[in-house]
């Protein structure tokens, strides 16, 4: 077997270090050819040492300007890098390739690039996550050039050695409604969403939910997280639609239920509330909260006894449920002195 092939061998096991030292001593003894470059450059990516697999893309390219795979490989590492508009240039370069595969590349350097911004979101590293998210909804709105690759783009850079004009702003850079052209963005426009909710920015989270659901309206997820932002913005007959909206894609969501359920209670609607709740029960008869927020309803409407059956039922799920023992405590105060109440009204 030969150095490089025991490299690329060594690169499938994940041992990227000894797939560099395969490949450098198939370099030293005299192959060096562009495949070999690509290789070394493809383990050094793995290991993280991306500015030296650059460094072997760019030999790779060299010695080979038509060798697809070094160019998708070193957009890869810039885009790690966050080099964004470098890493889109060697990607156009590789979609304008091949027209007739161009919306399968390009689907897949959108799902590489969400691959790399859930990565982040999962280290709550918001800002790293919306910067690799934003770059999937940017990539998505590529299309096959004629010469120049976005003729309605606001700024443009020029990259003088491909010729090829790429957008330094697109609408992917803002806050966007959505585009059901593209349906693989509802998920990025969502983990977005949730990048810019960690962050503190509800209302560019609201919009990329909003923009989510607008490319699927089937998207419950997104349906419960804009839910969310409006019940603690106090819109709670928005909220209510889009829980309604939530239960008519899955109408035994208990979670949907005990939500909606505390919207109608805000609003004062008990009587919705209780029915929203008893259902949040029904479909999850270990929810102690459920059992909790029915007990404040009763509570409201003077049934303390019932109340008092909810509340103690939530402690027998979570005995240490502080909020419903501090409840319990008052409750057994206000029906004693309902008690004592009823005792003067007889004497």
């Known amino acids: 077997m030969s150095h490089r092939n025991r490299g690329i061998a060594y690169i499938k096991l994940g041992d990227y270090a000894k ?7 198939a370099l030293r ?26 460094v072997d893309f760019c030999e790779a390219i060299r010695l080979d300007a038509s060798f697809i795979s070094p160019h998708s490989n070193r957009g890869v590492a810039y885009f790690e890098q966050q080099e964004y508009d470098k890493a889109i240039v060697d990607w156009v370069w590789v979609m304008e390739r091949d027209r007739k595969c161009f919306k399968q590349t390009r689907k897949q350097f ?20 919306i910067g690799h998210l934003t770059q999937a909804l940017r990539i998505a709105t590529l299309a096959p050039s004629t010469g120049e690759l976005f003729k309605d783009a606001p700024s443009t850079m020029k990259v003088e050695k491909l010729g090829f ?19 693989e963005t509802a998920s990025v426009h969502y983990k977005r969403g949730l990048a810019y909710l960690g962050k503190g920015d509800t209302t560019k989270a609201l919009m990329d939910f909003t923009a989510a659901i607008n490319v699927n ?35 035994y969501d208990p979670q949907a239920y005990l939500q909606r359920g505390l919207a109608y209670s805000a ?13 949040a029960i029904r479909y999850d008869p270990r929810s102690p909260q459920a059992y909790y927020e029915r007990a404040i309803v009763l509570e409201r409407d003077g049934e303390l006894t019932a109340a008092m059956t909810d509340l103690d039922t939530a402690l027998r799920i979570n005995p240490q449920y502080a909020e419903a023992l501090q409840r319990r405590t008052t409750l057994e105060r206000h029906k004693a002195e309902q008690a004592k109440r009823e005792v003067g009204a007889v004497k």
Not at 42 to 54: C, D, T
Request: net charge neutral; aromatic share 8%; with cysteine.
């Open 217 to 251: 309206p089937q998207y419950r997820e997104a349906f419960v997280q804009r839910a969310a932002i409006l019940h603690a913005r106090q819109k709670f007959d928005e909220e209510i639609k889009d829980l309604s909206r939530v239960l008519a894609i899955d109408r």
């Open 165 to 183: 004009k790429v957008p330094l702003v697109t609408n992917a850079d803002k806050p966007a409604t959505g585009d059901e052209k593209n349906p």
């Open 267 to 279: 609003k004062g609607d008990r009587a919705a509330a209780f029915h929203d709740f008893s259902d």
């Open 19 to 25: 797939a560099v030292i395969d490949c450098s001593e």
């Open 110 to 129: 959108v799902e590489l690039a969400e691959q790399m911004g859930q990565a982040r979101l999962d280290r709550k590293d918001w800002e790293r996550a």
């Open 29 to 54: 003894l005299g192959g060096r050819e562009a495949s070999t470059y690509n290789v070394r450059g493809e383990a050094f990516r793995m290991k993280g040492e991306y500015a030296k697999a650059i």
